[in-house]
């Protein structure tokens, strides 16, 4: 994999994930099957895609830095609240007042981690 083509695909997966997102809460309940079953595939596809691109990073890395680990860690963790939060938000009872603002919030240290950690990763390599 080339390093454009790992830097243009996490990114163009990761605006889907959004702009899917946004458009999803702005159609309101209950949800759109379509559009909540593509958010999902999608937002898989930027774990799987950004998964398999950083690992072959790591192994063609010279050196690996604590902070490409610290990075790697708070992307991960941003991943799993993302995935916890989207599956407790399309349930029928609704628990959005506590798990929306974080499920708003979490893509943020998820993607600028990934960055950092990526661009590190290819400065290295």
């Known amino acids: 994999m080339s390093n454009t ?16 997102g946004i458009w999803l809460t702005r159609l309101g309940r209950p949800l759109n099957t379509i559009l909540f079953n593509l958010h999902k595939l999608v937002s898989v596809g930027f774990a799987v895609f950004s998964f ?4 072959t990073l790591l192994r ?4 690996i ?14 991943l799993i609240v993302l995935f916890v939060t989207g599956g ?3 349930a ?6 506590i798990l929306l603002p974080i499920h708003f919030l ?20």
Do not use: H, Q, W
Request: charged share 10%.
């Open 52 to 55: 398999f691109s950083i690992r």
């Open 65 to 78: 830095g604590g902070t490409v680990i610290a990075m790697l860690v708070i992307a991960v963790v941003s």
């Open 106 to 125: 979490a893509p943020f240290p998820a993607v600028v981690c990934t960055a950092i950690a990526i661009f590190a990763l290819i400065k290295n390599g």
């Open 5 to 20: 083509f790992i830097i243009v695909g996490v990114l163009l997966l990761f605006v889907s994930v959004i702009i899917t």
């Open 60 to 63: 063609n890395a010279d050196t």
């Open 92 to 97: 029928k009872e609704p628990v959005r007042t």
């Open 88 to 90: 407790f938000l399309s």
